[in-house]
Structures are given as C-alpha cells and as structure tokens.
C-alpha cells in the first residue's frame, strides 16, 4: 500500500521560510517522479513543483525563484522549501507521486492527505 505522509505545515508570517516534507513508503521511492500542489480555499488545486526520477526539476512561475523542491532517494522523502512566504501561498500543500513524471497537468497515481500551510500578513 502506497502511502505519501506530508509534514512541516503551520502558521507563519509573510517573509517567512518553511520547509514540508513528504515520506514516501510501498513504491520503489527512486523510479517515481515526485511533486507538489496547492489547494487554497475556494479555488482549484494547482500544480507547485515536481521532481523527475532523474533528478530535472519542473516550476509554475507563481513561485519560481521562491521555491526549491529536492529528494532524498535513500530516505524516501520529497522535501519543499518555501522562501519569501506570501500571503497568497495559503493552502493546503499536496505531495504526489506517478512513475512517468509529473507535469504542470496535475496528473498522478498517488497523493498525501495534505499539510495546511497559513501565512499572515
């Protein structure tokens, strides 16, 4: 049974660095890309960032340059880092995985329950 468990969320203040983690269990952790999406109330999920297998590294322009996926292949963890935190980052974070890549599409086999991320201003 895959199971994808997101951690790190919490209230901060705009300006403010935070950091989620995603464990990652019941999948070969290395073969799968592994990604990032935000649903913030009352709007559609959007895709955040991904990380293939390989290593290549996929943004949305909302947050480039403020945001930095990475792995950890031998602990089965996707981690995001968030920098200059806006309000408009307010959501709820998703880890996802799918064994061809993710895309800005939004599509994969597997998701997280979620992590609330809540930035004041």
């Known amino acids: 049974q895959v199971q994808l468990i997101e951690s790190g969320g919490g209230l901060v203040q705009a300006g403010d660095s935070l950091r989620l983690s995603c464990a990652a269990s019941?999948?070969?952790?290395?073969?799968?890309?592994m990604g990032w999406f935000r649903q913030a109330p009352g709007k559609e999920r959007e895709f955040v960032t991904s990380v293939w297998s390989g290593g290549s590294k996929l943004y949305a322009d909302s947050v480039k340059g403020r945001v930095t996926i990475s792995r950890d292949n031998a602990k089965n963890t996707v981690y995001l880092q968030m920098n200059s935190l806006k309000p408009e980052d307010t959501a709820v974070y998703y880890c996802a995985a799918n064994a061809l890549g993710i895309g800005r599409s939004g599509g994969a086999e597997y998701w997280g329950k979620g992590t609330l991320v809540t930035v004041s201003s």
């Open positions: 019941g999948l070969t952790f290395s073969t799968y890309g």
